[in-house]
């Protein structure tokens, strides 16, 4: 396990609330969690880290116990468009971040509207980025980087400006308020052509897909790098340094013939041979 760099420590919020630094008017963000069953320790840390910042200034909102996460995006996002934020800073529940970057992506989100981090897929073969970019693109990792167009971004570290949700609701009968919990489904699954085929995407991806189509384009912020915990701390360094977990290899081997299970044989398939044979690589 990697060791988590320590986070910024703010002033604690009494004092701030003394000095009446939380009355100025300024940039207002709302940390959007759906949580289903838990929510990791380092993504929690994170979260805290970040709510006694000044400028901006945090809150958190939960949707908690629903497993069907489109619903629980979009309730939160109707409860979103109640306040007086700015914008929704989307946060999986299994994500650790760095305090600078998420004042960072939301003062992007002012002026691009929707702006997400970079993460890669949970996989224990090859993991991937989480986000869709356009085919043939090239995305330089670095810390001066500038965000950059992709066709779309995943909502486990996604800032959305509250125009998008507001541009949205105006076409009544794609976004219908949704009883009993009056709520506008801002994020639903969906098929769509992507590259001359067919393609079912994630309610994230959709949502994307669905704000281009009003104007607003999504993109990635490649200076910011998160942390993506499963059974090991996945970062965007793993994508050309695959992981061979030992249960996983042998899962394969007892699936395929080619990879029989003796004793006398100690050779590890190669990630393209374990591809090839059906191995899952989306990983998330």
């Not at 760099?5 to 000095?19: H, T, V």
């Not at 986000?131 to 693109?137: A, D, G, L, S, V």
């Not at 009544?172 to 949704?178: I, N």
């Not at 489904?185 to 189509?213: I, S």
């Amino acid at each position: 396990m990697r060791t988590l760099i320590p986070q910024k420590q703010y002033p604690p919020r009494s004092l701030l609330d003394k000095f009446n630094l939380f009355k100025k008017k300024g940039l207002r963000v709302t940390i959007g969690l759906c949580v289903h069953r838990e929510i990791s320790a380092e993504t929690m840390y994170a979260v805290q880290s970040i709510l006694a910042c000044p400028d901006p200034i945090f809150s958190v909102a939960m949707e908690r116990g629903d497993a069907l996460i489109e619903r629980s995006r979009s309730i939160l996002a109707s409860k979103f468009l109640k306040m007086d934020d700015d914008i929704l800073l989307f946060v999986d529940d299994d994500i650790f971040f760095q305090s600078e970057d998420a004042i960072k992506i939301c003062k992007e989100a002012v002026e691009l509207g929707i702006v997400g981090g970079c993460y890669v897929t949970k996989s224990e073969i090859q993991p991937t980025l989480q986000q869709k970019i356009y085919k043939e693109q090239e995305i330089i990792l670095s810390p001066d980087a500038k965000p950059v167009e992709v066709r779309a971004a995943s909502t486990g570290f996604m800032a959305i400006h509250r125009r998008v949700f507001e541009k949205m609701i105006e076409d009544k009968d794609k976004f219908p308020l949704c009883y009993p919990q009056k709520f506008y489904p801002f994020f639903k699954t969906g098929c769509r052509k992507v590259d001359g085929l067919m393609r079912f995407l994630g309610e994230d991806w959709n949502f994307c897909a669905n704000a281009e189509e009003l104007g607003f384009k999504s993109y990635l912020d490649p200076s910011i790098r998160l942390v993506h915990f499963g059974r090991y701390a996945y970062t965007v360094d793993d994508i050309n340094r695959p992981k061979r977990v030992e249960g996983q290899i042998l899962r394969y081997r007892e699936q395929f013939d080619e990879f029989p299970l003796d004793s006398q044989s100690s050779e590890v398939p190669n990630d393209r041979e374990l591809s090839k044979e059906g191995g899952n690589s989306d990983g998330a």
